[in-house]
């Protein structure tokens, strides 16, 4: 059973960074199709990011420019740096984790942009 776990959430300023990492397990990171998604209070789950098993990237229009998805082989995770933070980008990010022809989601890890 894949397990995917999320971290590097929290609450920053507008204007502010933050990094969110993706770890599946077991099974070396570079074998997964990852996508980070959010989902905001009232909201439906949209696609933030994605990076297929040969490192091409996508990313929705809201994020291009600020966003950046890459795939760390030596820590086993693909890591979302979000830069120029804004309210807006508030929301639970989600990693889904596709192995094969199975997906595998976190639980989430909150990110809150305020003043």
């Known amino acids: 059973q894949v397990q995917v776990v999320e971290s590097g959430g929290g609450a920053v300023q507008p204007g502010g960074s933050l990094r969110l990492s993706c770890a599946p397990s077991?099974?070396?990171?570079?074998?997964?199709?990852v996508g980070w998604y959010r989902q905001a209070p009232g909201k439906q789950r949209e696609m933030v990011a994605e990076i297929t098993i040969g490192d091409s990237t996508s990313y929705a229009d809201f994020v291009k420019g600020r966003f950046t998805i890459s795939r760390d082989n030596a820590k086993n995770t693909v890591d979302l740096q979000m830069n120029s933070l804004k309210v807006e980008d508030t929301a639970v990010y989600y990693c889904d984790a596709q192995l094969g022809a199975a997906m595998f989601w976190g639980q989430g890890t909150q990110v809150t942009v305020s003043s």
């Open positions: 077991p099974n070396t990171i570079r074998l997964y199709h």
